[in-house]
T-cell receptor
Framework: QKEVEQDPGPLSVPEGAIVSLNCTYS??????FMWYRQYSRKGPELLMY????GNKEDGRFTAQVDKSSKYISLFIRDSQPSDSATYLC?????????????FGQGTTLQVKP | KAGVTQTPRYLIKTRGQQVTLSCSPI?????VSWYQQTPGQGLQFLFE???????NKGNFPGRFSGRQFSNSRSEMNVSTLELGDSALYLC?????????????FGDGTRLSIL
């Protein structure tokens, strides 16, 4: 069983929809949580970086962490065709292994005009 | 501020050869991590360097090695290439002086093994 599970999709939504992307994890040692966006032929781009349980908002993006359920989410409001990409969740432990991120498989999102 | 730069962008090699990939981190970043990305396994951690020392290592064979220079630039070497080494190799940098600072990625080197 993988430490981080993410539904690979693909997920197709109409422009303007609210998108919900999710990851579950099994290791309670994970304390830092990230969401990356990756366009084709590009490297992952950091979207959100969170530590504590709760919500963090940045523009149209909201990251949610529920440590008790080992579940994290990324919400995209008013989705745009330019949001079409692969979204990767990543996480790391609180101490030690500072350079090691564990990634989900990525969810492919298509936003149709 | 310039981002993480990886060279070359594309590389074609044959089995048995060796290859060296280069990564220049964001100015001021002292930690460089390397990842392998494949369709089947996703993104997997190879190793991390901080202040010219390997600080962490993933579960890859010894054919995969790296180093970091005093200017924080890093190189990754793969010897005796196998078909399964075909992948996108990504480098990420962070400040690295405290735990768990965010990592920023380059656009990778796509390595194809014939």
């Amino acid at each position: 069983q993988k430490e981080v599970e993410q539904d690979p999709g693909p997920l197709s939504v109409p422009e303007g929809a609210i998108v919900s992307l999710n990851c579950t994890y099994s290791n309670s040692a994970f304390q830092y949580f990230m969401w990356y966006r990756q366009y084709s032929r590009k490297g992952p781009e950091l979207l959100m970086y969170t530590y504590s349980s709760g919500n963090k908002e940045d523009g149209r993006f909201t990251a949610q962490v529920d440590k008790s359920s080992k579940y994290i989410s990324l919400f995209i409001r008013d989705s745009q065709p330019s949001d079409s990409a692969t979204y990767l969740c990543a996480m790391s432990r609180a101490s030690g292994n500072t350079g090691k991120l564990i990634f989900g498989q990525g969810t492919t999102l298509q936003v149709k005009p | 501020k310039a981002g993480v730069t990886q060279t070359p962008r594309y590389l074609i090699k044959t089995r048995g050869q060796q290859v060296t990939l280069s990564c220049s981190p964001i100015s001021g970043h002292r930690s460089v991590s390397w990842y392998q990305q494949t369709p089947g396994q996703g993104l997997q951690f190879l190793f991390e360097y901080f202040s010219e020392t390997q600080r962490n290592k993933g579960n890859f064979p010894g054919r995969f090695s790296g180093r970091q220079f005093s200017n924080s630039r890093s190189e990754m070497n793969v010897s005796t290439l196998e078909l399964g080494d075909s992948a996108l190799y990504l480098c990420a940098s962070s400040l690295g002086d405290r735990s768990n600072q965010p990592q920023h990625f380059g656009d990778g080197t796509r390595l194809s093994i014939l």
